[in-house]
């Protein structure tokens, strides 16, 4: 296994975000070009991005409709192969073909990767996640949580916990395990996982060319596969949960709520 470390100076860090779409979805054909407030998702969430403020964000487009809905809406598209194998997947290619490497070396040398259904995100969020890469030298990828005390979120297998180390006086910690079970037992907070990453460029290389790994395939958590790598991920702490958009029920409230929005 390789045990290289993928950390770049805290100072260097150069950020680009990439926003994977396709139009597959069992419980919302078409999800990304669904219609909030007279834009295609898909630009609500590219806005939210824009919004951070901390680097270019580029479309991975599955689909030829995704990329003019893009590109009508003033964004950059990046067209993959819609038979890539995940999210995580389409970011990397999306990624080599907007800032290719070259002789080793890369204009952006951290991505996120912000999930095209979450047209309610705080920018803030985006930039906590690369704040963590920035104070965190050894942590290869880093994501975001919420503390959750609600009983049903705790037995729902829908909502993945992450258990983490928590670093004293910080809003931090680094992950030990992902889980659709409720953990750690006992009792204090649980830890609501949000799937967004910023991936050091050199550690998205490594995670997309690990083979699935028996965690990764038995919780059906793909960040699994990284732990069991031996590479190290990183938790910020955030206020309050994005809602995603899975169903025509969360379409409806993310609607009503963006629409009494500005964004």
Known sequence: MNSEKT??????????????????SQR??????VDIGGAAMIVHVMQRALAANIGPVVIACAEVEIADAVRAGGGR???TDPDLPSGTDRVRAAVESFDPTQDGKSRYNCVINVQGDLPTLDPLAISAAVGV????????????VVATNDACEAGDPNVVKAVLSMEAKAKRGRALYFTRAAAPSGLGA??????LYAYRRAALDRFCELPPSPL??????????A???????DAAVIDTVPHGVDTPEDLQRVRAEILGTNI
């Open 7 to 24: 950390s770049q100076p805290m100072a260097k860090l150069n950020p680009v975000v990439v926003i994977p779409a396709r139009m597959a």
């Open 28 to 33: 919302l054909p078409g999800k990304p070009l």
């Open 77 to 79: 598209a990046v067209m």
């Open 133 to 144: 890469l920035a104070s965190v030298p050894d942590c290869d990828i880093a994501t975001l």
């Open 190 to 195: 649980l830890w609501h996982h949000i799937g």
């Open 216 to 225: 990764e395939l038995r919780e059906r958590l793909e960040q699994l596969r």
């Open 227 to 233: 732990l069991e790598a031996g590479m190290r991920i």
